[in-house]
């Protein structure tokens, strides 16, 4: 995918909420693996820009190694493929890796030779090398550009490819063209439901319940709200308990918390909806409605 093909991110900054015992259901590291799979997709496809990761059980059980697991996977997924040897090495957690469907997002570019590099194009790198002057960065090519700055050896940067007369160049790439949607980031958070509510700056919460209204009851107001909205977040429970049930352990009140609770499969078929699935199904309205908001006949929503 070339970087004039790159999708826009949202008029709003979107983030969703998971439970770190979000894989509770999965025994095995490989289920575990395929089930972060389906997250990461759903993340990218419906260019979501953070991932957080919540303790659901604050107080009664150390998550650490469950979040610490699904952090790497997710960070794993989102990595450029020809970054991820040098970002992570050999980890036992990343031993069913391969089982990790592809993002094809518009910062996984498929040239590997510099000479298929073209200009204005914007790529991932890691920091290799760096002095007073200036810093090489790995771009996965055959051989490292160099950046007329210094940084830290490690860093993550996204530059700008300039070619002029057989010359292959790269430049830090400005605010603006990082306004494209270029994957998403995780963090691991170590305060319960509602801190995270709280802190999180979000000028929209959004809370997914089997229990919560329809969203075809909301939908105008909701279309409105996230056309008006800088930050959104979205809350998900844990395949045993949902957001109910976890906030009431903390004397939160849901209702209270949020400003909407949503069922967004309403008429279910099956008896149960796992997590994943809730978490494509939410993300899917909710970028309907936001196209629905910007369309020339949103004043007869």
Do not use: W
């Not at 890796?97 to 790529?123: C, K």
């Amino acid at each position: 995918m070339s970087g004039s093909l790159a999708p826009p991110r949202h008029s709003f900054r979107l983030a969703i909420a998971i439970p770190a015992s979000f894989t509770s259901d999965a025994s095995y590291l490989r289920d575990k693996t395929m089930k972060m799979g389906l997250v990461g997709r759903a993340a990218t496809i419906f260019r979501v820009d953070e991932i957080l990761i919540y303790p659901d059980l604050f107080g009664l059980r150390d998550q650490r190694k469950d979040a610490k697991l699904m952090e790497i996977l997710l960070r794993y997924m989102e990595m450029p493929q020809y970054l991820r040897k040098r970002a992570f090495g050999f980890r036992k957690e990343l031993q069913f890796a391969g089982m990790l469907p592809p993002l094809r997002a518009p910062h996984h570019p498929l040239a590997s030779r510099i000479e298929d590099l073209f200009d204005g194009e914007l790529r991932d790198g890691i920091v290799v090398k760096c002095s007073k002057a200036c810093c090489h960065v790995d771009i996965g090519v055959e051989r490292f550009l160099t950046l007329p700055i210094s940084l830290k050896v490690g860093t993550r940067v996204t530059v700008r490819i300039r070619k002029s007369n057989g010359e292959v160049n790269a430049e830090l790439a400005s605010e603006e063209a990082l306004k494209s949607y270029r994957g998403y980031r995780v963090t691991v958070l170590k305060k319960p439901l509602g801190e995270v509510i709280r802190s999180s700056g979000s000028d929209l919460v959004i809370a997914t319940s089997r229990h919560g209204e329809p969203v075809a009851r909301l939908f105008r107001e909701l279309a409105t709200r996230l056309k008006d909205s800088r930050k959104v977040l979205i809350l998900f429970g844990s395949p045993k308990e949902g957001l109910r049930e976890i906030a009431s352990r903390e004397g939160l009140r849901l209702e209270g918390a949020t400003d909407f609770i949503l069922n967004t499969i309403s008429r279910q078929g099956a008896e149960t909806v796992r997590a994943e699935e809730a978490i494509y199904a939410t993300l899917s309205i909710i970028n309907f409605l936001e196209e629905l908001s910007c369309e020339s006949f949103q004043g007869d929503l």
